[in-house]
C-alpha cells in the first residue's frame, strides 16, 4: 500500500539547514500497523507530514527519495489530488487533540464538513454517519453541538479519532495518539483504534516513544534516529533480539516488573543536533561500543527481515565486548 524509497526532507533558513529525515526506506501492507519509534526529534512527525504531502513550504524540502501511495509516486502530485487523497485515501491523528479543532465550531459541524467536502453526500447523510462513528468512538449523539472546550482530554482524543476516520481512509497516520492522556485513558484510545483497524482492514503507521504502546498495536517496528531508520523489524524480532545499540538503549531505560533492578541504564547525552549532525554513525557520540570506524563511517543497512544499522552485530555475535 505504501512505500517509502530513500526519502530525504530538510528544512532550510538563510542561517542554517537542519537535516530532518535522512534516506529512510520502508513498506506498509494493506491491514498492516507499524510502529515508528524515537525521541524526540528523531524526524518521526516529518515522514508522516511528508507522506501526508504536508510539510511545510517554506522551509521543509524533500530533497530527495520517493513516496509511492498504491501504485502512485505521490510527491508529483498536484495540490487538487493531495486534496482528494487526504481523508479518503490516508489520513491523520494529529499530535495535540487541543489545538487540532477548531474551537468556534461545533463538533458536529467540523466533522460534517469535512464529509461533505471529500463524499458529496448532503448534509443529513453526513450527520447520521457523524453521530455513527461518535457513538462507536464512545461520544453520546448528545454532544453533537457541544464545542471542543466543553470536552475532555480524552474525549477531545476520541472525537479526533472519529474525525480521522470519517472517510474510511485506507492508511491511517496516528502521530502520537496517546500523549498528554492517563493511563487508563490511553488503553481505551488504544483500543479504539484496534477495533477500527478491523473493522475497516485500515493500514496504520503509529508515530510514538513509548515502546509499550507498539508492543499492544502494532505487527512492525521501526526505530528513528536523528533522521534515520536504525532498526526495523517484526515487533516479536526486536523485543526479543534488539540488534542496534540505540534500541538496546532504549529497553535497557524502561523499568521491568519482574526485575528488582533498582537502577536503571540510561541513554547517555543528547539527540543529536539536526543541523550539525556528526560524522561517520549518527549516534556514535552517545554508544557505549563506539570503536574508530564508528565515528568516521556511515554504517549501512544490514540484515532483510529484521534490518539494522551498525558497524557490528553487537548482541548476538560478540563483534564488541
Known amino acids: 500500500m505504501l512505500e517509502i524509497k530513500n526519502l530525504s526532507v530538510h528544512y532550510v533558513t538563510d542561517a ?49 527519495g520517493e513516496i509511492w501511495f498504491e501504485g502512485k509516486n505521490i510527491i508529483y502530485n498536484t495540490d487538487k489530488e493531495n486534496q482528494a487523497m487526504r481523508g479518503n485515501g490516508i489520513s491523520m491523528i494529529f499530535q495535540d487533540p487541543m489545538t487540532a479543532l477548531n474551537p468556534i465550531m461545533t463538533i458536529g459541524d467540523q466533522l460534517n464538513e469535512i464529509l461533505t467536502t471529500h463524499q458529496k453526500i448532503s448534509k443529513k447523510q453526513a450527520k447520521k454517519q457523524v453521530i455513527e462513528l461518535l457513538e462507536i468512538v464512545g461520544i453520546k449523539e448528545d454532544r453533537y453541538n457541544d464545542f471542543p472546550h466543553q470536552f475532555s482530554g480524552g474525549q477531545k482524543q476520541r472525537v479526533v479519532i472519529a474525525m480521522s476516520l470519517l ?20 488503553a481505551q484510545v488504544l483500543e479504539i483504534i484496534n477495533s477500527l483497524k478491523a473493522k475497516f482492514n485500515m493500514a496504520i503507521i503509529l508515530i510514538t516513544h513509548d515502546l509499550g504502546v507498539v508492543a499492544e498495536t502494532c505487527n512492525k517496528i521501526a526505530i528513528m534516529y536523528a533522521g534515520q531508520i536504525v532498526e526495523m523489524g517484526t515487533v516479536e524480532d526486536v523485543y526479543l533480539s534488539p540488534k ?58 544490514k540484515g532483510d527481515a529484521h534490518k539494522f544499522m551498525c558497524h557490528f552485530d553487537v548482541f548476538t555475535k560478540g563483534a564488541i565486548k
Open 244 to 301: 542496534h545499540p540505540y534500541t538496546k538503549g532504549l529497553f535497557d531505560s524502561i523499568p521491568k516488573l519482574d526485575d528488582d533492578t533498582t537502577q536503571l541504564i540510561p541513554i547517555e547525552g543528547q539527540v543529536s543536533n539536526a543541523s550539525d549532525l556528526p560524522t561517520g554513525c549518527y549516534f556514535h557520540p552517545r554508544c557505549r561500543f563506539c570503536k574508530d570506524i564508528c565515528k568516521t563511517q556511515q554504517p549501512l543497512i
Open 167 to 186: 472517510c474510511k481512509p485506507r492508511l491511517l497516520i496516528a502521530d502520537e495518539p496517546t500523549t498528554a492522556l492517563d493511563v487508563t485513558i490511553q
Open 16 to 64: 542554517i539547514t537542519a537535516k530532518a529525515v535522512n534516506d529512510i526506506s520502508f513498506s506498509v501492507n494493506k491491514g498492516e500497523s507499524m510502529g515508528l519509534v524515537g525521541e524526540t526529534g528523531a524526524g518521526k512527525t516529518t515522514t508522516a507530514l511528508s507522506i501526508m504531502q504536508l510539510v511545510p513550504d517554506p522551509p521543509g524540502i524533500i530533497v530527495d
